[in-house]
């Protein structure tokens, strides 16, 4: 029972998801954080029935207590993202943080490591793909939650073409922390070689990327958010699908770089 329980998590996460476009208001700020709660779950569930107590206590660490910390430091003096706030939407903020934004981070942070861990070996290599992966997220993550108006920025340009509201700098600051926040967890969590039990990651991360670009486009009018994220984030996905595609014909367990 407990190694199906990810899976179990991912499947109450699909189908919250897929209410999301369903709902507006209120419920669909409630959804919004059952959602991440739903989310972080299943991360810190699957690092500690896969690699154990330390790993699960690394990746809280260093995503959910750093996530933290960059995000305070960011309300209170605009570095890294630029000058932003948070509506009272999302439920109790701490330092002007409501307390799901660092969950947020340990919610995806865990899958795009695991990915990147499956994908290529080396340190250098498997930081920079995660760092990518996680940062190009945020192309769904920021247009979905500032048209909800969950945050805002006070000076949002220059911004990408057809994206309004979110200041290219805070794309460039969420790819510096990625990296920063990848460099951290490749030493604290040892997470360096692929598990048996890491599909319900790599379906949340093939999951979190096909089903936003489809709810940008269709679902939510964000058809220049479904292009960007569907195109960047997509470089940082995809290869995962090669990968995995390649093993199942050859029967390898590891990618090329096999243990780090």
Avoid at 122 to 151: C, H, K, N
Avoid at 235 to 253: D, I, K, N, Y
């Amino acid at each position: 029972m407990k190694k199906n329980l990810p899976w179990w998590l991912l499947g109450v996460l699909v189908l919250a998801q897929i209410c999301y476009p369903l709902t507006s208001g209120g419920v669909r700020a409630g959804l919004t954080v059952a959602t991440v709660l739903i989310g972080v779950a299943l991360s810190v569930t699957h690092a500690l029935l896969s690699r154990g107590p330390r790993a699960m206590a690394a990746l809280i660490g260093t995503a959910m207590v750093g996530g933290f910390a960059v995000e305070a430091v960011g309300v209170a003096t605009g570095f890294p993202f630029g000058t932003y706030d948070y509506s009272g939407e999302l439920g109790p903020k701490v330092l002007g943080v409501p307390l799901i934004i660092p969950l947020a981070w340990t919610w995806m942070a865990w899958p795009a490591w695991l990915a990147a861990v499956r994908v290529t070996g080396g340190r250098v290599r498997r930081i920079l793909l995660a760092g990518a992966g996680l940062s190009t997220w945020d192309l769904f993550l920021d247009p979905q939650m500032v048209a909800e108006g969950y945050w805002r920025w006070h000076d949002p340009v220059p911004a990408l073409p057809g994206v309004p509201g979110i200041p290219i700098g805070n794309y460039l600051g969420w790819l510096g922390f990625a990296l920063l926040l990848m460099t951290a967890m490749s030493i604290a969590t040892r997470a360096t070689t692929p598990a048996a039990g890491d599909a319900p990651m790599y379906a949340l991360w093939f999951w979190t990327y096909a089903s936003s670009v489809l709810a940008h486009a269709v679902f939510l009018g964000l058809p220049a958010s479904a292009v960007w994220g569907g195109v960047l984030m997509g470089a940082a996905v995809l290869p995962l699908a090669v990968t995995l595609r390649r093993s199942a014909r050859t029967g390898r367990p590891h990618p090329a770089g096999t243990p780090a």
